[in-house]
């Protein structure tokens, strides 16, 4: 079990595995709801060992989430499998952002793969997203590729969504 304590702000803060009653809290109301299929998947593969899904805890709040992904994926520069593991689905809900919990679920995460023997750990960001891209190179990531790859999803009905945002893929040395 992935357990990790630190302050946030004078309060303590939690870093933990999915919970599968955690899953409709992270949909934070309405937010996140088209996503439950995508978030039920990552948690099937979380609980099968092909993924680590994280959320995080303010006050036993649901504060945000994070998922690493070591597998083999179709973009290797991603995820290979041996030396680079892709973070991705980072989000810090608005009321605990700009507190240091983001900077400090990152590091648990470059810390994380860093013990696992990885050398490279990726993340992507919108374009549309500045104070993430300002956290991500902060904490010492490179822009190191730009994508517009088109991705579908099956909302919580059963509507299928294309979706095309454009983004900065970035990666870090561990």
Known sequence: MIKIHQPLDGQDWLLREIKKSDLRLLEYGRMYRKYRKLMELSYQDH???????????????IAGQIIIDRRVLKDQTKSDGVSRAYLYSFRVFPPFRRRGLGTAMLNFCLRYLKEKNFLYAAIACEKKNPLALKLYLRLGFKIFK???LPWEFEDEEGKKHTVSEPEWVLEKTL
Request: aromatic share 6%; charged share 55%.
């Open 47 to 61: 609980k099968n060992h092909k993924k680590v899904y994280l959320v995080a805890e303010v006050k036993r709040k």
């Open 146 to 148: 730009e994508e517009d």
